[in-house]
């Protein structure tokens, strides 16, 4: 199966991986059908009953289920086991949605990508859809200003929908080249440090701005999260495939400090899995995604 976090190999992006789903899901079946065989060979004789006699039933296992649990065993979430939890309360419904946010990715090559500070992008990586946002009745801080095409539609009914409570979303910041991230790192280095600056920007090709799918709004300052955009953003942001991909509180999970005005495009379906099932946590779906899915 093709990635649907991007055209890079998963050995080119991350740490070698337990074996793969497949040979796993192999090796689970074939495990499961000798103990139980083995099981009921003992018991058949124990009771002097004929082996030839006795049906041996049948286990029917959903890889995909099996699948979940090996994508957690190899991530580190603290909260792994509620997010399995809902999972198994829930799990067509569950699937439903990781099934829609796959063909949307899919569809839009490295929509779910996973860059962070372990994941890198090639210093020429540059998405092939990108538009201008001055073409468009958005707010801007500055021209020009780029973002995939994947992401417009959405964009422009959460604007939309924002405009009619009254409240406008400024665009101040959205896809940066590597060289460009690579000005903004150096101009935080230079006045931070090299460990404060870790904390407030990324290095070139771990942005997620070079993805062309996030959005700065607003400020870019903490005060942004009392704004009225910055308290609609918040609450309704997900409800049109944007996801707040820094949160108060969980720099020990991004990487980063808290963001009030970063988000990322990741479509509505990959949102409302974030929302259900993984804390309002973007870091956790995206690991869990890239775990998840194999070649």
Known sequence: MQYLLGNISRQALAPARPPSYNAVMKLTSLTISLLLGLSLLACSEASGQSTNATSIPTIQVDPRLVGIKLAMDTLSFTTAAAIRARIDQQPEAFFR????????????????????????LPADYIPTDLVNLAEYQFDLARNPMLLRQAAMEDLLAMVAAARAKGISLLISSSFRSYEYQSEVYTRHVNTMGLAGANQVSARPGHSQHQLGTAIDFGSITDAFASTAAGQWLVAEAWRFGFSLSYPRGLTAITGYNWESWHYRYLGRAACQLEHDYFDGIQQQLLEF???YFTD
């Open 97 to 120: 949605l990781l099934d829609a946010a796959r063909q949307q990715a899919l569809a839009a090559d490295g929509l779910l990508r996973l860059v962070d500070k372990q994941h890198i």
């Open 289 to 291: 995604l890239a775990a």
